[in-house]
Each structure stands twice: as structure tokens, then as C-alpha cells.
């Protein structure tokens, strides 16, 4: 059998949280060995560290070590590209998701020189969505994993270069005689490029509820992802989902593959969710919705494990704690603008706001696929939208540069 390789730590090591977080971004297959749970691990530690307890160490397939590395170095032992092979290219794409694969692959088809910079791994949210039965073409349904990967080939195959674990810090207008020439791109290892064009599709993160605790708890009982953490759960008593929209429904059914039984609270008076998916949960025997909860505090054990949620009913004002060793919170998106400042206009949500060529505000730069004010939040959008901005950008290309 094929070594994996391992991550030993603790639950309670925040290095520990980060670098497991970093390793399922990237959807590399790991084994966690919790230390406090396997005392002949703790020994393990001690002997790779020259006696010291240190944590996280990583042991890879062939034997060497990390100890306490940061995600720039992780990315380099696991060989993650995050260097560009050129100074210049025609479109620099923000972001890794569907928007920006096809933006790449329609662009690099019209020879131009793509490069795709994406802070954690290629597939955006649609890589850890446990599977899509509406994406057309695909009339049994494909797993997020597998069609984000298929749009990472093809995209390749056309000589796109996509840099990982890197992300574009800012950028600034590059002029010749008062006439723009571009863009200087900026980027978080530092390194500079220069760009004809820029495209903003660096998506949405899940919102937090900000209750007491959540910080200290994430990836030690709260999770985000469903298909990422929901196996954790296997054979559990109880898991919780906070939200009763369609992605909470969703990864709530997901989640019934694992555990004993699912509680969906939700703050409004009913839930959010399509008609179908309300259906299904309100009939499905390992499911119950609870309403007009909101969340106070997340509880936790001596081990910094999560253990409860301490939630008040709205109505009768009464605060209980509700046992459970997971909770997976999908209460809304928020768009990865900040990194922008205030040289795009964004709308009121701080969405990207664009004309209908898809063009910000700045000279240049373009904005599609989640990160849009206007967007629909679905991947055959995302990929319409990639496709109608690489045409647009290819129309700004001839204009400005001939």
C-alpha cells in the first residue's frame, strides 16, 4: 500500500488548524494523528525533533520531515508552482475556480499568454462540492473533485500557467505617454508581473457567525466544507449545520451519509431553501429544522474540542445549549474583494461592480463568475461568465494594443 502522508498534532495547536486547513485546500490526501489520543505518537514527535515536542511535524511519503512549516513551505516541498515563467502575459486571472479556468482556456486559445494565480488550489468552491447534478453534459451527475480537475487539464493543454498558494496582492496602471500600457500585477510572494489585462475572479468566502468561541474551534469541530470534514463524523451521535439556505440544506443531506443525525437551526421564520430541498429534509428521518434559533456561543472541552451550542430561541427568549462535536456553518457569502481597496467600485455587499463587458471601474481590470454584484452563484453562470469575459477581454486586447 502506497504511504500517505501523516500530520501529527493536537487539536488545541493553531499551526496545526492552518496547516491541515492548507493541505485540504490543495485536496492532498492526509493522515491526522492526534498525539493526545495516541500516546505512542507524542514518542514519534520527541524522536524526529531531537527530543523536542513539536507539532505539527509532517512526515511525507519518503521518509523527511517538516516541523512547524509555513505554508510557503509546505507549498515548496510539495512542489506547488509559485513562480511565473514569464515577466509579461495579455491576462492575469485573480482566482483558480470555473470562472477563471474557462476565462484561461478561451483565452489561451486565442494565443494569448494566460496566467492563472490562485491563493489556495485550482477548482474554487466547485473542487470540494461533493457533487452536481445540474451542470449540463452530465446527465448522472459529476463529483466537484473530478470536473474541477478536468477543467484544470484542458486549460493546461492550451499552455495555461497557474501559479498556487500565491495571490494577487494589488496592482497599479502602467502608462507610456500618458496611454495605458498595462498593468503591474502584484503578488504575495512579493514578485511582480506585468499584465495587458487583469481578471478579478477570486469568488466568495463562506461567512462566520461570529459567536463566542468560533475562532478558537475552526477545524476543531467547526467546518465549513461538508465534503472536506463531513467523514470526520462518521458514526456520531449528532452534527450541527447553521443555516437553512440552499447550501446548508444541501450539505446537511451530505452530512447524513456520516452521521447519526443532523439538527439545521435557522435564525429567520422559515427556511430559505429551494421547495425540493425543504422536502427532502423536512422527510428525511435523520434530519430536524429548528427555527428562530440564534447562535451565542460555541462550547468547548478542556481539549479545545468542540462540545455544544449554546443557541436562544427568538421567540421565547429562552437560551439552551444544544450537544453536538460538529457544526458546519453556511449562513451566507461574502465576496473576496478586500484586496481590491477602493480602486474598484463595489456595491453595497462589496461585490465587484461591472458594466455588461464585464469591465470594473479601474482601466484593465474585469470582474466575473461569485465575485460580481449581479452574479447568480451557480457554476454554469460561473463558466458563462468566464467565457463571455474572455471574449470581452480579447475585444479590450485588439483596441489597446492592436
Not at 505539527?56 to 512547524?68: A, C, K, V
Not at 429551494?274 to 434559533?293: A, E, G, I, R, Y
Request: charge should be negative.
Amino acid at each position: 500500500m502506497e504511504k500517505k502522508l501523516r500530520v501529527i498534532g493536537a487539536t488545541w495547536c493553531p499551526d496545526c488548524k492552518r496547516a491541515k486547513a492548507f493541505l485540504g485546500q490543495h485536496r492532498i490526501d492526509y493522515d491526522w494523528v492526534d498525539m493526545e489520543l495516541v500516546p505512542e505518537a507524542q514518542a514519534e514527535v520527541e524522536a524526529l525533533n531531537d527530543g523536542k515536542r513539536i507539532i505539527p511535524t509532517i512526515i511525507f511519503p519518503d521518509g523527511s520531515i517538516l516541523t512547524e512549516p509555513s505554508n510557503d513551505e509546505l507549498a515548496d516541498k510539495l512542489n506547488i508552482l509559485r513562480e511565473a515563467s514569464l515577466d509579461s502575459y495579455d491576462v492575469v486571472i485573480a482566482g483558480g475556480g470555473p470562472t477563471s479556468l474557462t476565462t484561461a482556456i478561451y483565452a489561451a486559445r486565442e494565443n494569448l499568454k494566460v496566467l492563472i494565480v490562485e491563493k489556495s488550489s485550482v477548482g474554487g468552491q466547485a473542487g470540494v462540492t461533493e457533487r452536481f447534478d445540474n451542470y449540463p453534459g452530465f446527465p448522472d451527475g459529476i463529483g466537484g473533485a473530478e470536473l474541477a480537475g478536468r477543467f484544470e487539464l484542458q486549460a493546461k493543454r492550451y499552455g495555461v500557467e497557474i501559479l498556487q498558494a500565491v495571490a494577487v496582492d494589488g496592482f497599479e496602471r502602467i502608462e507610456v505617454d500618458g496611454q495605458y500600457r498595462g498593468l503591474e500585477v502584484k503578488l504575495s510572494t512579493g514578485k511582480s508581473i506585468n499584465a495587458r489585462s487583469l481578471l478579478v475572479a477570486t469568488g466568495s468566502t463562506y461567512r462566520r457567525t461570529g459567536a463566542e468561541g468560533e475562532d478558537d474551534l475552526i477545524g476543531a469541530g467547526i467546518h465549513f466544507c461538508a465534503t472536506c470534514d463531513g467523514p470526520f463524523y462518521r458514526g456520531v451521535e449528532e452534527v450541527a449545520v447553521l443555516g437553512g439556505g440552499n447550501s446548508g440544506l444541501e450539505e446537511g443531506l451530505f452530512l447524513t451519509q456520516f452521521a447519526k443525525h443532523v439538527t439545521v437551526f435557522e435564525r429567520g421564520t422559515e427556511l430559505r431553501a429551494s421547495k425540493l430541498l425543504q422536502d427532502k429534509v423536512f422527510n428525511h428521518p435523520k434530519m430536524t429544522v429548528k427555527l428562530q434559533q440564534e447562535i451565542k456561543k460555541f462550547e468547548a472541552n478542556e481539549k479545545g474540542q468542540l462540545v455544544g451550542i449554546e443557541f436562544e430561541d427568538l421567540v421565547t427568549g429562552e437560551v439552551a445549549s444544544h450537544a453536538t462535536t460538529g457544526a458546519f456553518v453556511f449562513i451566507g457569502l461574502d465576496p473576496n474583494t478586500q484586496w481590491l481597496g477602493e480602486k474598484v467600485v463595489l456595491d453595497e455587499r462589496k461585490f465587484a461592480q461591472t458594466d455588461q463587458m464585464f469591465q470594473t471601474s479601474y482601466e484593465g481590470v474585469f470582474a466575473a463568475g461569485d465575485v460580481r454584484g449581479g452574479s447568480t452563484k451557480q457554476l454554469a453562470s460561473a463558466v458563462g461568465e468566464g467565457a463571455a469575459a474572455a471574449i470581452q477581454i480579447r475585444y479590450f486586447l485588439d483596441k489597446r494594443f492592436g
